[in-house]
């Protein structure tokens, strides 16, 4: 049982007060004005969130938040666990998604596009390394697309998340998502149209990289090997996390990824 410190306990003893959110959610982009009142709702009405351990996502400060892919609609429901913890999410997402009307408010809104399976997939990289320096939060699934795994365990990841982890100095949090895919099932296609899903999520404790990032700054180069280590590091513990969330045991290795891998793909692309 967890105990709170009173009000006479040192003040070394008693739990860091989070700032407000109001205050945390900083930089305010423009296009928020219409993202939250469009996904925060539509959130609340298909998905009953529940979060364990949100608060380690810290309220300040660079943050890289790694998940998990299990479903085309695992966007929205992780901006409200990265919003309900006092943060603007910045995602990685396909480049498709900010061509037509949309994209004018993906940009204002301060998400950055991935130009995946081209030689422009290491700009994406860069352009999350620039936010991160700015103290964004930025999400990634390193996974690329929605588990190929037919038990929706995380399949084998790209290394881009490794490079962003390595080369800035931004707190790496696992995040642990399971109950999207009962909406709609990517392996399937199929929808299954419901209100309230329960769509639960792990946050773990951040990852420690510290001792490789001194190596890196050192002049170590980032080898496929290196970028490979840590990209299975991380996603490791997310597995593991899932493991805790289904209440099972995870596999001790990761999925295959799919076969096609176009000309131009980069094994460094997010």
């Known amino acids: 049982m967890t105990h709170n410190a009173g009000p006479d306990a040192p003040e070394q003893q008693r739990p860091a007060r989070r700032p407000a959110k109001w205050r945390t959610r900083r930089p305010f982009p423009p296009g928020m ?3 939250i009142p469009t996904v925060y709702p539509v959130a609340s009405t298909v998905f009953r969130l529940r979060y364990r351990h949100g608060e380690r996502i810290p309220p300040a400060g660079p943050v890289l938040v790694v998940a998990n892919h299990v479903s085309i609609l695992d966007p929205i429901a992780c901006a409200r666990l990265i919003f309900d913890n006092g943060r603007f999410p910045a995602f990685l997402a396909k480049e ?13 809104a301060g998400q950055i596009p ?8 290491r700009g994406s990289v ?18 690329g697309s929605v588990t190929r795994d037919p038990d929706w365990w995380p399949m084998q990841a ?4 490794a490079r962003l982890a390595l080369t800035t100095d931004a707190v790496v949090v696992p995040v642990a ?5 009962r909406v709609h099932d990517y392996h399937t296609k199929k929808w299954h149209l419901r209100l309230r899903a329960p769509a639960d999520y792990l946050v773990g404790e951040p990852v420690d990289l510290s001792a490789l990032r001194a190596e890196v700054r050192a002049g170590r180069p980032l080898t496929g090997d290196l970028l490979r280590e840590v990209t299975d590091l991380i996603m490791a513990r997310i597995r593991d996390q899932l493991g805790e969330l289904r209440g099972e045991q995870p596999p001790s290795t990761f999925h295959p990824r799919p076969s096609r891998d176009l000309p131009g793909a980069s094994e460094g692309a997010a």
């Open 33 to 35: 004005l219409v993202a």
């Open 177 to 181: 998502q399971w109950g999207p895919h």
């Open 96 to 108: 498709s998604l900010f061509k037509g009307v949309l994209g004018p408010l993906m940009r204002a």
């Open 126 to 143: 860069s352009a999350a390394q620039k936010a991160l320096g700015e103290g964004r939060c930025v999400v990634i699934y390193p996974e």
């Open 158 to 161: 790209r290394t881009g998340v």
């Open 114 to 121: 991935v130009a995946r399976y081209t030689s422009h997939a």
